[in-house]
T-cell receptor, first 116, second 116 residues
Framework: GAGVSQSPSNKVTEKGKDVELRCDPISGHTALYWYRQSLGQGLEFLIYFQGNSAPDKSGLPSDRFSAERTGGSVSTLTIQRTQQEDSAVYLC??????????????FGSGTRLTVV | AQKITQTQPGMFVQEKEAVTLDCTYDTSDPSYGLFWYKQPSSGEMIFLIYQGSYDQQNATEGRYSLNFQKARKSANLVISASQLGDSAMYFCAMRGIIQGAQKLVFGQGTRLTINP
């Protein structure tokens, strides 16, 4: 597609439930990133996928968080046993290969997750 | 580790005036890139401008320019002739080329309000 697509745009879930957030990157972009943005805060890095390389999971806050990227395209971020502190906007971004002087990151519109 | 610091949580400027948004960074990576993003109330992240650490000249994009002072590790964003539509959150970010693992590290942001 023309841009990075994320779904759902909004998700309200009960504490303790599992949720899945989806990201469909720009076609041809080999790198995909997940960030979390709490209300009024900056963006917190969660995980990064580059081609077929092992993902950089260094930003995942706990083992309740996991992500996968199938076929080098669509990615799913899964949060198990959600807690209220997981409430945030989850942003996905994609970019071209790591080589290159100025490869732009294109962000999706985000998924607003509310845990009640 | 890489770190971005934005010391101005909020800025208020009269329309048509120029505004400077501060950003300082810290990294041990010898090569890196610096980015500015705009996030309006709609939540989308809009790429504004990029500066490479080895670029000889400061980057400019229309009304946006980046005042890059490498020795001081600062990368301030200058917006000339501000407009009401410039009201938004502004994030400074950096990406290390070697140690940064290609992920963008963001500052906490500055909320810019343009007054008519």
């Amino acid at each position: 597609g023309a841009g990075v697509s994320q779904s759902p745009s909004n998700k309200v879930t009960e504490k303790g439930k599992d949720v899945e957030l989806r990201c469909d990157p720009i076609s041809g972009h080999t790198a995909l990133y997940w960030y979390r943005q709490s209300l009024g805060q900056g963006l917190e890095f969660l995980i990064y996928f580059q081609g077929n390389s092992a993902p950089d999971k260094s930003g995942l806050p706990s083992d309740r968080f996991s992500a996968e990227r199938t076929g080098g395209s669509v990615s799913t971020l899964t949060i198990q046993r959600t807690q209220q502190e997981d409430s945030a906007v989850y942003l996905c971004a994609s970019s071209l290969s790591r080589t290159g002087r100025n490869y732009g990151y294109t962000f999706g519109s985000g998924t607003r997750l509310t845990v009640v | 580790a890489q770190k971005i610091t934005q010391t101005q949580p909020g800025m208020f400027v009269q329309e048509k005036e120029a505004v400077t948004l501060d950003c300082t960074y810290d990294t041990s990576d010898p090569s890196y890139g610096l980015f500015w993003y705009k996030q309006p109330s709609s939540g989308e992240m809009i790429f504004l401008i990029y500066q490479g650490s080895y670029d000889q000249q400061n980057a400019t994009e229309g009304r946006y320019s980046l005042n890059f002072q490498k020795a001081r590790k600062s990368a301030n964003l200058v917006i000339s002739a501000s407009q009401l539509g410039d009201s938004a959150m502004y994030f400074c970010a950096m990406r290390g080329i070697i140690q940064g693992a290609q992920k963008l590290v963001f500052g906490q942001g500055t909320r810019l309000t343009i007054n008519p």
